[in-house]
């Protein structure tokens, strides 16, 4: 059990108990509530309990979180709030949140064929380009694809990335603006560094004081629909099939393991190597990745005995992860 303030200690553990109880409690929802009460001890020092000013400020879309993301993160808060109305708390009301939409996209895994193809496609674009503008904007997108490509890394830390983020010596990379704000490091492929280190000298060309790795239009961040734009115009020239840019995070993932199977892995380390490096809070999130690829589930399986729920929790939708 985690540690809570001592002004809402007695509330929000009385509500862990009764979700325990009715079996509907886990670590993901557990930590998302200690971070609400550690958000409350830092803005409302002085407030005991809970109120509706709390809520509505912890209940808030943050710019480096997806829809999904920003839901699933309130979805505890949420509940302690219909908990404390349930118990007669006529004080607070529960947050206007948008509906959660059912999981419409199943994460496409890149063919060798595709990725050569798109990224030959990205490449013409830079050769192509009738500026200098044009010609750097391509070479932006074609250096971000490849990053998310080769490191796993989600879109918003690329297009939030800081030029300071980037430690060009030891081939690492700081996330610092991610998700739930856990901070994580990349390592990289020195190709990969190399590639950045020839993208960092033009970016300075064109934007010597700017404030993201990738820039946009005049210098500030892509923003989630330009970089799906951007994308699109590439992907879709070359293939009919759907997919998004977080694809590549997917793909990412699924590659690592596929090159697991047969070669008499630590199961344990890689799995926690993995799950560091792309920054998943939980183990649960890692976990998603193996129903993506088959063949690992039924080895796993097989070795187990019990499948794999004996070696890790229960997991939880892709969009958290």
């Not at 996209?105 to 050569?116: A, K």
């Not at 404030?211 to 951007?230: D, H, I, Q, R, T």
């Amino acid at each position: 059990m985690y540690e809570y303030s001592i002004e809402r200690e007695s509330i929000i553990k009385a509500f862990v108990k009764y979700r325990i109880a009715a079996n509907r409690w886990n670590l993901v929802s557990e930590k998302n509530l200690v971070y609400f009460d550690r958000y409350c001890s830092r803005n409302f020092p002085d407030t005991y309990g809970i109120n509706q000013q709390m809520l509505d400020g912890w209940c808030k879309q943050r710019e480096t979180e997806a829809k999904r993301s920003f839901i699933d993160r309130c979805y505890p808060v949420i509940q302690l709030v219909k908990y404390l109305i349930d118990r007669g708390d006529n004080s607070i009301s529960v947050p206007e949140m948008p509906t959660k939409q059912g999981r419409n996209h199943i994460p496409h895994i890149f063919s060798e064929e595709e990725l050569i193809s798109f990224f030959n496609e990205c490449d013409r674009r830079v050769k192509t380009a009738s500026t200098k503008e044009k010609a750097f904007r391509a070479l932006t997108i074609a250096v971000m694809f490849r990053l998310l490509y080769s490191s796993g890394m989600r879109t918003t830390e690329a297009r939030l990335l800081n030029p300071s983020d980037i430690d060009f010596e030891n081939a690492v990379i700081n996330i610092r603006k991610t998700k739930g704000d856990i901070q994580h490091y990349v390592a990289l492929h020195n190709d990969t560094v190399n590639m950045l280190r020839s993208y960092e000298l033009t970016a300075r060309r064109f934007y010597p004081k700017r404030a993201v790795f990738f820039p946009g239009k005049g210098g500030e961040s892509l923003s989630p629909s330009m970089l799906g734009y951007e994308f699109h115009k590439v992907w879709d020239s070359i293939s009919k099939v759907k997919a998004v840019p977080y694809d590549f995070r997917h793909n990412y993932a699924v590659t690592n393991i596929n090159t697991w199977i047969g070669k008499g892995f630590e199961f344990h380390d890689k799995f926690l190597y993995l799950s560091k490096s792309m920054g998943h809070t939980s183990l649960e999130s890692t976990k998603y990745y193996y129903s993506l690829a088959p063949v690992m589930a039924d080895i796993l399986d097989n070795k187990s005995g019990e499948g794999f729920n004996s070696i890790v929790p229960e997991v939880i939708p892709y969009e958290q992860i």
